[in-house]
T-cell receptor, first 114, second 114 residues
């Protein structure tokens, strides 16, 4: 069974600085997808970024980028120029090709200090 | 376009009571699912459906029933609530994975069982 581990329960960063959230996963499969979801205090789950395992190029969405290391099974999220609105719980998630479920990590609570 | 709508937003039940959490989507998505979110455990899949009349169990199905009579609706039933079912429940939908389309989440239902 696949597992996803987020080893940082909480992180904090100064506004305008850069922060990296860690995620590792365990799988024996070669075709899969990885995601980062943001959950602000409103409780809404928002997709931040998505990575296909067969793509070597790291995904980027504006200030959000990932460092995908397939051999190391690592999928970290970098947030550049942190803004107060980035404060949220962040979840890393894994999905096998053809599977019907996402496997989520435990989450990292990110605080932005003004 | 409302997306995924969950009702109610909050609910308090006594042990042994039954209730149904409602979920509706207006995007004509084939795939619908229910997750529960517990502190320190991320989100875990309860049940899912790949179309009207088709449902299957996820990771934590015990104590929950589902049915899918229409494409739009996917209710989750608690037949006899237990304190262990205190959680935040999310409904999510997407087109069927042929690749991995993004999940659209509802805003969640916070359920407390006393």
């Amino acid at each position: 069974a696949q597992t996803v581990t987020q080893s940082q329960p909480e992180m904090s960063v100064q506004e305008a600085e850069t922060v990296t959230l860690s995620c590792t996963y365990d799988t024996s499969e070669s075709d899969y997808y990885l995601f980062w979801y943001k959950q602000p205090p409103s409780r809404q789950m928002i997709l931040v970024i998505r990575q296909e395992a067969y793509k070597q190029q790291n995904a980027t969405e504006n200030r959000f980028s990932v460092n995908f290391q397939k051999a190391a099974k690592s999928f970290s999220l970098k947030i550049s120029d942190s803004q107060l609105g980035d404060a949220a719980m962040y979840f890393c998630a894994f999905k096998s090709q053809g599977a019907q479920k996402l496997v989520f990590g435990q989450g990292t609570r990110l605080t932005i200090n003004p | 376009n409302a997306g995924v709508t969950q009702t109610p937003k909050f609910q308090v039940l006594k042990t042994g009571q039954s209730m149904t959490l409602q979920c509706a989507q207006d995007m004509n998505h084939e795939y619908m699912s229910w997750y529960r979110q517990d502190p320190g455990m991320g989100l875990r899949l309860i049940h899912y459906s790949v179309g009207a009349g088709i449902t299957d169990q996820g990771e934590v199905p015990n104590g929950y029933n589902v049915s899918r009579s229409t494409t739009e609706d996917f209710p989750l039933r608690l037949l006899s609530a237990a304190p262990s079912q205190t959680s935040v429940y999310f409904c999510a939908s997407s087109y069927l994975p042929g690749g991995s389309p993004p999940l659209h989440f509802g805003n969640g239902t916070r359920l407390t069982v006393t």
